[in-house]
């Protein structure tokens, strides 16, 4: 399904029904926006993982403009700001009151512009994997010295600073440097996800070079109320711990669980616990279990 806001065409796909039976009467479950990562990924990153999800609230996914099958707009565009004001576009569009916001590394940025600009549009944040400045990259680059290898070393700096030349350039980053993200290294499960996405090369060339070098909201955090699920991860190289524990300082009204067993992806390395607790924060109140 598409939506005309902002003056580009948006891809949104719903998942569950967002008004069910309860016994005698209907009522209608919570709404939770979906933000995937990148830049230049699709909602795809997401899929089958979530679907368990949408037994408790409806899942709104969405492609980011000039990603996946959005409408490809001018990378000059695509601030994180703008990302914001097409996800408060969308809701109003589809004529909702306050949401649920979920938001995957660099999805999960613009979910935290999206929190500073528009707090009374949400009801509760999930920030999964991601960071609140800048300051994610030698963080990252820390960690990889460690656990990467010298020819991953080497590349890592040409996707991070919109470096890569042609397709066949990313798709040889990709093949070299996936593995990094993933604990356990399912062959299968990483050809399969890593090949659904539909990529959008120079919208990630040009927020790398362009807009993640002056990407920090942490001024703003400490002023944002909104009830937060921060998760991090023990073995995410790219927005390392430190990066949750950050957010955590700065949001507060926030909460940081630690998935012990995952990489960049604990919604798909630890899929069951990832549900239940996600679950339980989107539809309870106070701590998570």
């Not at 569009?93 to 999206?114: C, R, T």
Request: aromatic content about 10%; charged content about 25%.
């Amino acid at each position: 399904m598409f939506a005309q806001i902002n003056g580009v065409k948006i891809y949104f796909d719903v998942e569950g029904s967002g008004y069910v039976p309860d016994g005698e009467r209907m009522v209608a479950k919570p709404v939770c926006f979906v933000v995937h990562g990148g830049p230049g990924s699709d909602h795809s990153d997401f899929k089958p993982w979530l679907t368990p999800l949408s037994d408790v609230v409806q899942l709104v996914y969405l492609d980011q403009r000039a990603n996946g099958q959005s409408e490809r707009v001018d990378p000059d565009t695509c601030t994180l700001e703008q990302l914001a004001d097409d996800i408060e576009a969308l809701r109003k569009y589809l004529g909702l009151g306050k949401i649920h916001l979920m938001g995957h590394s660099f999805g999960g940025m613009v979910a935290q512009v999206y929190a500073t600009r528009y707090p009374a549009s949400l009801n509760k944040l999930v920030l999964l994997c991601t960071a609140p400045s800048k300051e994610f990259y030698p963080a990252a680059m820390e960690f990889a010295s460690k656990t990467a290898t010298e020819e991953q070393l080497k590349v890592i700096p040409e996707l991070f600073e919109g470096r890569i030349r042609d397709e066949q350039h990313l798709i040889e980053w990709w093949d070299l440097c996936f593995p990094l993200y993933f604990h356990h290294k399912d062959e299968q499960i990483m050809r399969e996800t890593g090949n659904r996405p539909i990529g959008a090369l120079e919208v990630a060339n040009y927020t790398f070079k362009h807009f993640m070098p002056e990407y920090d909201v942490r001024p703003e955090l400490p002023s944002c109320n909104v009830p937060t699920l921060i998760i991090g991860a023990r073995y995410d190289w790219v927005t390392p711990l430190s990066q949750a524990e950050e957010m955590k300082r700065l949001l507060p009204n926030s909460q940081l669980r630690i998935f012990e067993h995952s990489g960049h992806m604990p919604f798909i390395e630890e899929q069951d616990d990832f549900i239940k607790t996600t679950a339980h924060f989107l539809t309870s109140e106070g701590e998570v279990s």
